[in-house]
């Protein structure tokens, strides 16, 4: 029994229990809300009423551990730590003064309707924060993102933002450091997308007219996108041409290849749709649905959903209600390509070519098809058949 307690204790983390009381009393007692590392561990060195370690590895596990709580907030920045101790407070310093209505007296209208906050503005608006902790903490909650201005300057933002400080008798600033707040965008679609023709359309349709998706589901997959088409491509250049609006967007890249991701039908439907030449395969399209699905399981997988292909011959832009169209039910899809069959029965009793539904994909390998956003097929199938079930049980 001895020999097997002493084995307990000397396992690595096995005490940390003890340590996390102790380091949050330690954190609580402190006056400031947010601590560098350093911080943490003077105050610990100083203070005889809790023992935390003075290994600073040891150290950043414990507030680690505090951070996958929820209690705190670690946030890391090259070689730079902070610990917000209340981070309800810094939301309320920080996002309720940049997020606030028009009506109420804390708005302040640093982004105008263009989403796109410099970090000199932030700094000003928040003399007492250090910069990258702020930018860090609104990273960290998936509110914005921070964007090289050379590709800003390849989207519709940078116009609007020219405009604007035309209007307002500026002048354009360069070499700022840029912040992208999707929720900040409030500039309607722009009228050059209505002339946009596509070659394939799928939507993530609510099955539930007391269904939506929320303004945050939209906020996290516009930043997550924006992000990757910000990154360089071949020869470290940036070859991408992107517009933004309120409720979607969409770019268009080297290869001659178009995609727009669009919240429509009242925010009923995520709408995906893709414009290509011949020969070009679905890889894009597939790392679209692939997103689109990712963020639907994070933010809000407690809405059901159906997934839909959009016949090819009803593909005119713009599609405002998806449903009203002619839709194929991709579970459908799946299943009739799985079993080797050439035709998708309707419910109405009528048939479809699979291959005229799906023009562009290989319908002989079907662990790649765009449609599964890179899922894999069995898992897929396991998943629609425990749905099914619950719905049953339900």
């Known amino acids: 029994l001895s020999s097997a307690c002493e084995s307990i204790r000397s396992t690595s983390g096995r005490n940390l229990n003890l340590y996390c009381h102790m380091m949050y009393g330690l954190l609580e007692e402190r006056k400031e809300n947010i601590l560098t590392l350093s911080d943490v561990m003077s105050a610990g060195r100083g203070n005889n009423s809790y023992a935390i370690p003075d290994n600073e590895e040891e150290v950043l596990?414990?507030?680690?551990?505090?951070?996958?709580?929820?209690?705190?907030?670690v946030l890391k920045n090259e070689d730079k730590i902070w610990v917000v101790v209340n981070k309800g407070i810094l939301l309320t310093e920080v996002d309720g003064v940049l997020f606030?209505?028009?009506?109420?007296?804390?708005?302040?209208?640093?982004?105008?309707?263009?989403?796109?906050?410099?970090?000199s503005g932030l700094t000003r608006l928040f003399p007492k924060c250090d910069p990258d902790m702020l930018i860090c903490f609104l990273k960290s909650m998936e509110l914005c993102q921070e964007m090289n201005p050379s590709f800003i300057r390849m989207t519709n933002l940078h116009q609007l933002a020219v405009e604007e400080e035309a209007e307002e008798g500026g002048t354009e600033r360069r070499g700022e450091r840029l912040l992208f707040f999707p929720c900040l965008l409030s500039t309607d679609r722009p009228d050059e997308m209505t002339s946009q023709v596509y070659q394939f359309g799928w939507c993530l349709q609510c099955t539930s007219k007391h269904h939506f998706f929320p303004p945050r589901y939209f906020h996290v997959l516009s930043l997550r996108l924006a992000f990757k088409m910000a990154l360089p491509q071949e020869d470290d250049k940036l070859n991408r041409r992107c517009m933004?609006?309120?409720?979607?967007?969409?770019?268009?890249?080297?290869?001659?290849?178009?995609?727009?991701?669009?919240?429509?039908?009242?925010?009923?439907?995520?709408?995906?749709?893709?414009?290509?030449?011949?020969?070009?395969?679905?890889?894009?399209?597939?790392d679209v649905i692939g997103e689109v699905?990712?963020?639907?399981?994070?933010?809000?997988?407690?809405?059901?959903?159906k997934e839909l292909v959009?016949?090819?011959?009803?593909?005119?832009?713009?599609?405002?209600?998806?449903?009203?169209?002619?839709?194929?039910s991709v579970k459908d899809i799946l299943s009739a390509i799985d079993k080797r069959e050439e035709f998708l029965v309707n419910a109405n009793g009528t048939c479809e070519e699979l291959k005229r539904i799906l023009p562009d994909e290989s319908?002989?390998?079907?662990?790649?098809?765009?449609?599964?956003?890179?899922?894999?097929?069995?898992?897929?199938?396991?998943?629609?058949?425990?749905?099914?079930?619950?719905y049953y049980c339900a």
Not at 373 to 382: A, C, E, F, H, S
């Open 61 to 73: 596990e414990i507030l680690h551990l505090l951070h996958s709580t929820g209690l705190i907030s």
């Open 100 to 119: 606030a209505p028009e009506t109420f007296k804390e708005h302040i209208d640093i982004a105008s309707n263009t989403g796109i906050v410099s970090v």
């Open 244 to 286: 933004f609006w309120k409720n979607g967007l969409y770019w268009f890249n080297g290869h001659g290849v178009g995609s727009l991701v669009e919240i429509v039908d009242e925010s009923q439907c995520v709408l995906v749709m893709m414009s290509f030449k011949e020969h070009i395969t679905m890889s894009v399209g597939r």
């Open 293 to 305: 699905m990712s963020v639907y399981k994070e933010s809000c997988p407690s809405l059901e959903v």
């Open 310 to 328: 959009i016949d090819p011959k009803e593909l005119a832009y713009p599609v405002n209600t998806p449903r009203e169209r002619t839709v194929y």
């Open 363 to 390: 319908l002989s390998d079907i662990s790649n098809l765009s449609l599964l956003g890179g899922r894999d097929i069995k898992v897929y199938q396991l998943l629609e058949t425990l749905n099914n079930v619950y």
